[in-house]
């Protein structure tokens, strides 16, 4: 599904839809997308729904997985992973906030660490080493790193360890649904995609769709959402205008991305003229190379909604792979500064000054890559490009600390070794690039023994 979508060294994509190597299930290598305004959206989704529970929003990551089938789940703690397949097939921003309740009442009720308390045996150890290997992969970047801790797993499914017991599954229904109640949402949402999975059960295991194989959906759970509408006072609760219009713009986003062109123009006819539909067709003759319609397309969307940072940052993405850098630049500063705090934003921004590479626009990205790097300290290609900027800077010391931060990252223990011994011969003993570069060197010992002892 995602070879229609271009990617460059460390899988980046379009609109800052970061792509990183995810050990899956039946271990195809589904791909993590990262892209600041779909996170946002599933974020405002959630958010109300986390702060009901008692969690802090900032304390929840969530991870999109590309993957066409209907999941999500929660694992490693306070991570909620959703399968692009949930979204393109919810059919309303309300079914999608039901399986968020949903899978917040996990969270909340401590199912998956009482789960993990019951794990016994090598073949339960396999599994644990399953999901420890994805989120690897997923905080590192590197499809290798979670790899090789995947190992004792392969073959064995995530969806064994995620499997929870009806007594949980009913507990999550009801905490799902009070978190809905204290954010004066409807559960109709959770009662509809319950209704659409139902009929799953009845299929082979082989035929079903993950969310069926690890949350059973039952005749009696369903009724129970049905009797709690009955008592609901926000049973006929309609949505906010707001996060429908974000919901559908989010689908339409993801469909010109993951389908074929084609399918988008099927789709969203010239016909159409609402926001998300001609957001849908400007990123669909992008990809077709075929800027002469795309670019009108994002202009009067960025004329329509001059403060929407995600429309400028489409335009520069398009302009950049087309190779006009100083075009690119003028539309990412624009989003950079209609949406200071996006990392994502930041690292294309900081490509573009570097690609130009005037020594204003260095010392720019500089900051820029700074920026990102403490708000996205697990994206290797930020360290990356920092290394670039610092080496153009003539700092030549850090720029060897952010290469061994790149490295490590990425599983290269030994070129991570190697950046820090170069770092630490030039940079003062005791600052703060060397006492990390230290540091560095102290994890990739640790991680390369680790590695030995395994074998």
Excluded: C
């Excluded at 050990?23 to 791909?31: E, F, N, T, V």
């Excluded at 993957?67 to 694992?75: R, S, Y």
């Excluded at 801790?149 to 017991?165: D, P």
């Amino acid at each position: 599904m995602l070879g229609n979508m271009r990617t460059r060294v460390i899988l980046w994509l379009a609109l800052a839809i970061f792509l990183v190597p995810l050990p899956s299930r039946d271990a195809l290598g589904a791909k993590l997308i990262r892209d600041t305004e779909i996170e946002n959206t599933i974020r405002a989704i959630g958010s109300p729904l986390f702060e009901a529970a008692g969690l802090r929003s900032d304390d929840i990551r969530i991870f999109l997985i590309a993957d066409e089938t209907l999941n999500a789940f929660v694992a490693g703690g306070l991570n909620l992973f959703i399968h692009t397949g949930l979204i393109m097939n919810a059919k309303n921003v309300n079914q999608l906030a039901g399986v968020v309740a949903h899978e917040t009442g996990h969270i909340a009720g401590g199912h998956l660490a009482r789960f993990s308390g019951r794990i016994r045996g090598a073949g339960s150890a396999a599994l644990v080493a399953t999901i420890l290997g994805a989120l690897t992969a997923i905080a590192t970047g590197s499809g290798e790193a979670g790899a090789a801790i995947v190992i004792g797993g392969q073959g064995a499914a995530i969806g064994s360890i995620l499997a929870y017991s009806r007594a949980q599954e009913a507990a999550a229904d009801q905490a799902g649904m009070q978190f809905l109640d204290e954010t004066h949402q409807s559960s109709r949402g959770m009662r509809d995609f319950f209704k659409t999975l139902e009929d799953q059960e009845l299929l082979p295991p082989s035929m079903q769709n993950p969310y069926v194989q690890t949350h059973p959906i039952t005749r009696y759970r369903i009724e129970s959402v049905e009797s709690h509408l009955t008592r609901s006072p926000y049973r006929d609760a309609k949505p906010d205008p707001k996060l429908v219009e974000k919901f559908v713009r989010m689908r339409a986003k993801l469909q010109a991305y993951l389908n074929p062109p084609t399918d988008t123009f099927r789709d969203y006819p010239a016909s159409d003229t609402s926001v998300a539909a001609r957001y849908a067709r400007a990123i669909a003759h992008y990809r077709k190379n075929d800027l002469d319609h795309a670019l009108p397309l994002m202009d009067a969307l960025i004329r329509d909604e001059p403060r929407n940072p995600y429309f400028a940052e489409m335009k520069g993405q398009a302009l950049l792979e087309a190779g006009r850098i100083e075009e690119a630049r003028d539309a990412y500063e624009k989003a950079a500064q209609l949406d200071p705090d996006s990392g994502l934003i930041r690292i294309d921004l900081a490509r573009t000054q570097l690609a130009l590479n005037r020594k204003p626009l260095v010392k720019a990205a500089l900051d820029n890559l700074l920026i990102a790097t403490r708000k996205n300290p697990e994206m290797p290609i930020a360290w990356q490009q920092l290394a670039i900027a610092y080496g153009r800077d003539g700092q030549i010391g850090m720029s060897n600390v952010a290469s061994a931060e790149h490295a490590l990252l990425t599983g290269k223990l030994k070129d991570a070794l190697y950046h820090t011994a170069r770092a630490k011969k030039k940079l003062p003993s005791g600052s703060a690039g060397w006492v990390r570069a230290e540091d560095i060197q102290e994890l990739a010992k640790r991680r390369l023994k680790e590695n030995e002892d395994r074998r």
